[in-house]
Each structure stands twice: as C-alpha cells, then as structure tokens.
C-alpha cells in the first residue's frame, strides 16, 4: 500500500519545525490570509502549486519539501540505517533538501518578521493614540 504524501501536513511540520504560528504564516502570505484559513489549508492532502509557492517564499523551504517529505519513510531510513548500531550509508540519487539545514540556516530570518510585526503593531498605535488625541 503506497503510502501518500498530505502536503498540509508537511506545510504544519516545517512551519512548526521555523517556530512561526499560524497568525504569522498567514500575515507574511498577505491581506486575504488569516489564521483560520491557514489552519484549513494545513488539512489538505493537495495543495495548489501557486499557493505552495507562496508559503515556499514565506518559510523559504523548497516546495519540493512539502511535496515530498514522508516523515514515515523518513523513520523507516533512519532506523534502517543506524538500527543495528552500525554507521550506515543510505545512497540517494534525487537529493532534495536538508530540511534540518534549512530550518537552522533560516531561523534568524523568522524572527526578523515577528520584529517586523511587532513595529507595524506599535506604529499602529500609535496612529490610533494620535487619532483619540485630535
């Protein structure tokens, strides 16, 4: 039995893995986004390739990632490979991505749009103090 691969979980796993919430994912992707319709799209077994795109550009993982991550079959190399105590070899002609690499290399550059949002929230009240005062 094949097993299939749900892409909406694969979007959860990797936002989860950079730390970022759903509101957070959903204010990168812009206006029409919010976190109810993340979390909904984050149940789909298929996503549309130009929305895969545009999360791909917000987490910057590769859309191949969520398209192909197999967490199943990701267990099943690692104990096969290293099961026995042994150091294993796995011989892999299609390598994609490093997702660990990924997350590691990029997670500076979450928290910088966290900053970001805690900026536009302040200047944010700010604008509305001054619209009490007048």
């Given amino acids: 039995m094949e097993q299939k691969i749900h892409q909406g979980r694969n979007v959860k796993r990797f936002r989860e893995m950079l730390g970022i919430k759903q509101e957070a994912l959903a204010f990168d992707l812009g206006n029409d986004w919010n976190q109810k319709k993340i979390s909904m799209l984050e149940q789909k077994d298929v996503i549309e390739n130009d929305i ?5 550009n917000a987490l910057k993982i590769p859309v191949e990632a969520f398209q192909n991550f197999d967490e199943e079959q990701a267990v099943n190399i690692i104990s096969n490979t290293f099961g026995d105590n042994s150091i294993g070899y796995q011989k892999n002609d299609n390598p994609i ?24 929230k302040d200047e944010m009240m700010l604008r509305l103090e001054r619209l009490f005062d007048k």
Wanted: charged fraction near 35%.
């Fill in 97 to 120: 991505f490093n997702p660990v690499e990924q997350v590691l290399k990029l997670h500076e550059e979450k928290i910088s749009l966290y900053e970001r949002m805690l900026k536009e």
């Fill in 52 to 56: 895969l795109d545009q999360i791909s």
